[in-house]
């Protein structure tokens, strides 16, 4: 996983027919602001987010938009 900044996210995704944006903000974070066409899936979810993450088509590319650092590993 890498941080990418808003300019390299736009061109990246652009250039990547093969994948979807997944959002892991919580709900009242997405009620501020949706991302059209976004995969919303709560990280805060506990084991139906873990189940979710399961179910994904494995041969996409996933771009993950979260509000904080506070979500992302090194």
């Excluded at 009242?28 to 987010?49: C, T, W």
């Excluded at 088509?57 to 650092?69: A, F, N, P, T």
Aim: net charge negative; proline share 1%.
């Amino acid at each position: 996983m890498i941080e990418l900044s808003q300019k390299d996210w736009s061109s990246q995704l652009e250039a990547d027919s093969e994948s979807v944006i997944m959002d892991v903000r919580t709900q009242e974070e997405v009620e501020e602001g949706m991302i059209p066409e976004a995969l919303h899936m709560d990280i805060y979810n506990g084991q139906k987010f873990i189940s979710s993450l399961e179910k994904l088509d494995k041969s996409l590319g996933y771009y993950v938009y979260c509000s904080c650092l506070l979500y992302t590993s090194d």
